[in-house]
């Protein structure tokens, strides 16, 4: 009796739920999403963005990685920090080691004595990871190791995003949205989830970096440079990634018609009979 009492009383919470996600789903498709800010002026149609490692066949354009990572030093790492790449990881973009060994000893890394077991500071080593970059400004900057991964649009956003801030906010939307107004020490950028973002335009203006190769240091040409270096921290193993599935593709395909040459052969006499 308790085990029937059980079952009816899972039943008719079950059905009570199914009841009301089905009045619910009813409801949306009448009224639709409700109408905030984001979905009325957020864009999400994100800037066109080429890069030579899009693709199942993409590679990364080293040339463009180390300008990319120019960039990320002179401009980006005074707030953002990288913890997830190891200063070694440089030499995959063409730095010799002597190279990397000076871009670690830049750093300050706070790490244990290995003869008194102390905390200290001392210059960063190839083995080394970028260290944490305390901000002290108004809120907490992403790591910027993973954003192509953490954010939809990988790439292309953070390109849209560093060069689509804009001076004015729409009449439209103030209009509507009144209380959507870029309030102080915010900036309007129709790319950021809520409109307004803390960050200050960290592009404003050319020539920010001077690049080691002689490229024009332009706001565009840098926001593409370091959205291409990001899509290589957040993916360093993406050519091999690509090259591997493209053998897997290719063994498969050879797998496939030897089968089928196989089941042929095999079959063929019987099907005779």
């Not at 009796?1 to 079952?7: E, H, K, V």
């Not at 002026?41 to 890069?51: A, S, W």
């Not at 907490?140 to 939809?152: E, G, V, Y």
């Not at 360093?236 to 042929?264: C, D, I, K, N």
Request: a neutral charge; proline letters at 5%.
């Amino acid at each position: 009796m308790i085990r029937i009492i059980s079952i009816l009383t899972g039943l008719f919470f079950t059905a009570a739920l199914l009841w009301s996600l089905t009045l619910d789903t009813i409801q949306l498709s009448k009224d639709g999403l409700p109408h905030t800010v984001e979905k009325a002026y957020v864009n999400h149609h994100l800037k066109d963005l080429k890069l030579k490692s899009d693709g199942i066949f993409g590679k990364f354009d080293k040339a463009q990685l180390k300008r990319g990572f120019e960039v990320y030093q002179g401009v980006c790492a005074s707030c953002h920090s990288m913890g997830q790449v190891s200063y070694r990881s440089l030499a995959a973009l063409g730095y010799s080691e002597t190279e990397v060994k000076a871009i670690a000893a830049k750093a300050t890394v706070s790490a244990k004595d290995p003869l008194t077991g102390e905390i200290k500071d001392r210059p960063g080593q190839p083995s080394d990871k970028f260290p944490k970059v305390i901000y002290a400004g108004v809120g907490n900057p992403p790591d910027l190791s993973l954003i192509t991964k953490a954010r939809h649009g990988g790439a292309a956003y953070v390109y849209s995003l560093l060069t689509g801030y804009e001076a004015q906010q729409p009449a439209a939307l103030l209009k509507e949205f009144p209380d959507a107004k870029t309030g102080e020490n915010m900036h309007y950028n129709p790319y950021f989830a809520n409109l307004n973002i803390a960050m200050a335009p960290p592009l404003a203006s050319d020539d920010l970096v001077t690049y080691t190769d002689g490229t024009k240091a332009t706001k565009d040409q840098m926001a593409q440079d370091v959205a291409a270096f990001l899509v290589w921290t957040a993916e360093p193993e993406l050519e091999q990634r690509h090259q591997t599935g493209l053998w897997w593709v290719l063994f498969m395909l050879f797998a496939t018609v030897l089968g089928y040459m196989s089941y042929r052969n095999i079959w063929a006499e019987k099907k005779g009979h």
